[in-house]
């Protein structure tokens, strides 16, 4: 397993559309355990492959509580098949904008299809945080962050922000 560098805003990579994955095979699965090592290491609770410079539609996350046991979780290929219509207001963060939160809102249930680590179709209701955050990464596969959903000016903010951050590193 390697850490992988994690792009930061404004790079153009970012705003790219993640293609399908093809098949979920032993390569598929070192770039998810890749991006799974680079998330906890950050550390993050969610990691689009796009983050990492790998234009493929793949997500990992684990929303487990420090004193709980790990719980990664991997989606190829997510589709959301259906949303409610609840709207609900959460403060976001992302590790290609890091050390800006602000808030986004979204539907507070999807139901979900994916390809899990081994290839197998799964379909699930998320709700709460597991909502926010398969909404959250889902939006980076189509070349979408959270910031975009500001105003244009806290979102110039947030990349002059970043860009310092980056400088001074
Ligand atoms: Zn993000």
Do not use: W
Not at 24 to 41: H, I, N, S
Not at 78 to 99: A, F, Q, R, W
Not at 140 to 165: M, N
């Amino acid at each position: 397993m390697a850490i992988l560098p994690i792009l930061t805003v404004p790079d153009p990579i970012l705003k790219q559309v993640s293609k399908p994955v093809e098949v979920v095979d032993d390569a598929l699965r070192a770039l998810m355990d890749d991006m799974l090592e680079t998330m906890y290491d950050a550390p993050g609770i969610g990691l689009a492959a796009i983050q990492v410079g790998v234009a493929k539609r793949v997500i990992v996350m684990d929303l487990s509580r420090e004193d709980e046991e790990k719980q990664p979780r991997y989606f190829v290929n997510p589709e959301i098949l259906s949303k409610n219509d609840d709207l609900e207001p959460y403060e976001e963060g992302c590790l290609s904008v890091p050390e800006v939160y602000d808030t986004v809102e979204r539907p507070t249930k999807v139901r979900l299809r994916y390809l899990d680590y081994h290839g197998k179709l799964i379909e699930e209701e998320a709700d709460g945080m597991f909502a926010v955050c398969i909404q959250h990464e889902m939006d980076h596969l189509q070349g979408v962050l959270f910031i975009d959903y500001l105003s244009r000016l806290k979102r110039e903010r947030a990349v002059t922000r970043v860009k310092k951050l980056v400088r001074a590193a």
